[in-house]
């Protein structure tokens, strides 16, 4: 499968393959019809999804939601 011996994908399974690189992924996302997105730390969005995410939450907050 994917050019991965099962050995391989088990021991990437339970954690214990120390070399199971990028290129091993990528082949079995791709077996499986899956894909990788990669989103660097710290990104907030643009503005318009702020002010959205902003005027949702205090939506929410005025609304007594969350209260129990």
Known sequence: MAGVTPES???FER???AE???RKL???LAVLGAEL???AQGQSGNLDEL???RAQ???GA???EGRR
């Open 51 to 53: 002010r959205r995410e």
């Open 20 to 22: 199971f690189g990028s």
């Open 37 to 39: 997105d990669v989103v």
């Open 15 to 17: 954690g214990r393959s």
């Open 57 to 59: 939450s205090s939506a």
């Open 26 to 28: 990528l082949a079995v």
């Open 62 to 64: 005025s609304s007594g």
């Open 9 to 11: 994908l088990s021991r």
